[in-house]
């Protein structure tokens, strides 16, 4: 039967003996069928689509029993690339945290395999930084994606058996629920250690602007790689420019964001690349916690870099003692404005200075 063949060419059989050697998981991972997700998306229809990427395409859809989902249909592919859909379904169906994007499961008995995920309706951090000017985006809102994100990297690294290192962080990876609470997805090329042991890796994978650049000299991808890109998404919510702006003036487009923060850090003038509305909202002392911590993540030395569970403590201690009245702190020293020295006194909380 056609249905069968699709399935075992999918990668079908591997991932039941994948899924069986784990019974928690087989319960939680579904195999759908083709007609189901056929007429959940009205026969995959042009305006049910949520967005392309470079796997392939994402629909929303309906379920048989109610709920909404995000159905990712893959590109043609030949056999050799099926893995990196299998690998994505494997490695989801380990994870269960409220900050990465749920798996339901897949369809494998179609020409192109599918996956089914959770539908989070409020679209990407990249459109909400980059593409909505309207929107009121507060500082709180921007520490606590950034600390939800920083929780659930944490996570994958160090707090499930296995470490899942995701390899491709960026804003467009981030989605946002009804209550803006931070999803990470995209696994497609994430490595569980136990499947790559030595993660040294032939091609050189990632989003330009996002990328390590020792990973892209060395080809070995550490978690560090992961931080490092995580850096790049802290530098986005600080200055609202995009990672590898090809508009712009020559200096933006010349230097990637990364390169350019971190020349502006070294100079103490960090005011000058910062988004204004992040200016406006006089939280001083805590955007430049968040930019030093941003400098260690971008640091071009891995090791030299925090692991993301510091990270997470960093970020978790800043949005704690965001309570302008207990923190003051000598802004004139990375470029603020005189006009603002109000606000300016001397520290007498700096628990998140040094991240414990
Ligand atoms: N679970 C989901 N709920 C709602 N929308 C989603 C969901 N997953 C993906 N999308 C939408 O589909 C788009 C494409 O997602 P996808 O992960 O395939 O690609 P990408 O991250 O944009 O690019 P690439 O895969 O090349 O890195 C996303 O930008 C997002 O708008």
Same mark, same amino acid.
């Given at each position: 039967?056609?249905?069968?063949?699709?399935?075992?060419?999918?990668?079908?059989?591997?991932?039941?003996?994948?899924?069986?050697?784990?019974?928690?998981?087989?319960?939680?991972?579904?195999?759908?069928?083709?007609?189901?997700?056929?007429?959940?998306?009205?026969?995959?229809?042009?305006?049910?689509?949520?967005?392309?990427?470079?796997?392939?395409?994402?629909?929303?859809?309906?379920?048989?029993?109610?709920?909404?989902?995000?159905?990712?249909?893959?590109?043609?592919?030949?056999?050799?690339?099926?893995?990196?859909?299998?690998?994505?379904?494997?490695?989801?169906? $380990?994870?269960?945290?409220?900050?990465?994007?749920?798996?339901?499961?897949?369809?494998?008995?179609?020409?192109?395999?599918?996956?089914?995920?959770?539908?989070?309706?409020?679209?990407?951090?990249?459109?909400?930084?980059?593409?909505?000017?309207?929107?009121?985006?507060?500082?709180?809102?921007?520490?606590?994606?950034?600390?939800?994100?920083?929780?659930?990297?944490?996570?994958?690294?160090?707090?499930?058996?296995?470490?899942?290192?995701?390899?491709?962080?960026?804003?467009?990876?981030?989605?946002?629920?009804?209550?803006?609470?931070?999803?990470?997805?995209?696994?497609?090329?994430?490595?569980?250690?136990?499947?790559?042991?030595?993660?040294?890796?032939?091609?050189?994978?990632?989003?330009?602007?996002?990328?390590?650049?020792?990973?892209? $000299?060395?080809? $070995?991808?550490?978690?560090?790689?992961?931080?490092?890109?995580?850096?790049?998404?802290?530098?986005?919510?600080?200055?609202?420019?995009?990672?590898?702006?090809?508009?712009?003036?020559?200096?933006?487009?010349?230097?990637?964001?990364?390169?350019?923060?971190?020349?502006?850090?070294?100079?103490?003038?960090?005011?000058?690349?910062?988004?204004?509305?992040?200016?406006? $909202?006089?939280?001083?002392?805590?955007?430049?916690?968040?930019?030093?911590?941003?400098?260690?993540?971008?640091?071009?030395?891995?090791?030299?870099?925090?692991?993301?569970?510091?990270?997470?403590?960093?970020?978790?201690?800043?949005?704690?003692?965001?309570?302008?009245?207990?923190?003051?702190?000598?802004?004139?020293?990375?470029?603020?404005?005189?006009?603002?020295?109000?606000?300016?006194?001397?520290?007498?909380?700096?628990?998140?200075?040094?991240?414990?």
């Amino acid at each position: 039967m056609i249905k069968e063949k699709f399935f075992k060419r999918n990668g079908g059989l591997i991932l039941q003996q994948q899924l069986s050697a784990d019974d928690i998981v087989i319960n939680k991972t579904r195999i759908f069928t083709a007609k189901e997700l056929d007429k959940g998306t009205d026969h995959f229809n042009e305006n049910r689509v949520l967005g392309r990427g470079g796997q392939g395409t994402v629909y929303k859809g309906m379920l048989a029993d109610g709920n909404l989902a995000a159905i990712k249909k893959s590109k043609k592919v030949d056999e050799s690339q099926l893995g990196q859909f299998i690998n994505e379904v494997v490695i989801l169906s $380990q994870v269960n945290h409220r900050n990465v994007v749920k798996l339901l499961g897949c369809c494998l008995e179609t020409e192109v395999p599918m996956l089914v995920y959770e539908f989070i309706p409020n679209g990407t951090l990249d459109r909400l930084i980059h593409n909505d000017e309207e929107f009121p985006f507060t500082w709180s809102l921007r520490l606590k994606i950034a600390a939800e994100v920083a929780g659930a990297l944490a996570y994958l690294h160090s707090a499930i058996t296995i470490p899942i290192y995701h390899r491709d962080i960026k804003s467009s990876n981030i989605l946002l629920d009804e209550k803006y609470i931070a999803k990470v997805s995209d696994f497609g090329i994430s490595k569980s250690i136990s499947i790559d042991k030595t993660h040294l890796t032939t091609q050189v994978r990632g989003t330009f602007g996002y990328l390590d650049p020792e990973y892209f $000299q060395s080809s $070995q991808f550490t978690e560090k790689s992961d931080v490092y890109s995580f850096g790049v998404v802290l530098v986005e919510l600080l200055t609202r420019k995009k990672p590898a702006s090809l508009s712009g003036s020559f200096e933006d487009s010349h230097l990637g964001l990364a390169k350019r923060f971190l020349v502006m850090m070294d100079e103490n003038r960090l005011a000058s690349i910062l988004d204004p509305q992040v200016l406006d $909202q006089r939280i001083e002392e805590e955007v430049i916690a968040i930019a030093e911590l941003a400098q260690r993540c971008l640091n071009l030395n891995g090791k030299e870099r925090p692991t993301m569970k510091e990270v997470a403590i960093v970020l978790e201690n800043i949005k704690l003692s965001a309570n302008p009245a207990n923190i003051q702190v000598n802004f004139e020293t990375q470029g603020f404005e005189k006009g603002e020295s109000e606000s300016v006194i001397s520290i007498t909380n700096p628990s998140w200075t040094t991240g414990r």
